[in-house]
């Protein structure tokens, strides 16, 4: 699978963007996508994930602001971000957990002036 992450971008505190993560085929029958970040000298780590059933995943620093989704028709999942802060800051990774391995986009860099 090839996921195609895009929406990034520049935007001031407060504001909202809407990532996308376009897989190269269906994601039906893949149980978990999500969303990752890496700030600069930061490690990786987990910004959301949801479930072939629906059920969501949040890091405590965005549950409230951030909302993910998936539309298998189009095989696409999204991050929905909303009232973003300058700690936002970071380049964005779309993860797909299949059953044999598991599958990285290349990021969308976000950034988040004061």
């Known amino acids: 699978v090839q996921l195609q992450a895009s929406g990034g971008g520049l935007v001031q505190t407060g504001g909202s963007l809407r990532l996308s993560c376009a897989a190269s085929r269906s994601i039906f029958s893949i149980n978990k996508m999500g969303w990752y970040r890496q700030a600069p000298g930061k490690q990786r780590e987990l910004v959301a994930t949801v479930t072939s059933g629906g059920t969501t995943n949040y890091a405590d620093s965005v549950k409230g602001r951030f909302t993910i989704s998936r539309d298998n028709a189009k095989n696409t999942v999204y991050l929905q971000m909303d009232s973003l802060k300058p700690e936002d800051t970071a380049v964005y990774y779309c993860?797909?957990?299949?059953?044999?391995?598991?599958?990285w986009g290349k990021g969308t860099q976000v950034t988040v002036s004061s």
């Open positions: 993860k797909a957990d299949a059953v044999v391995q598991n599958y």
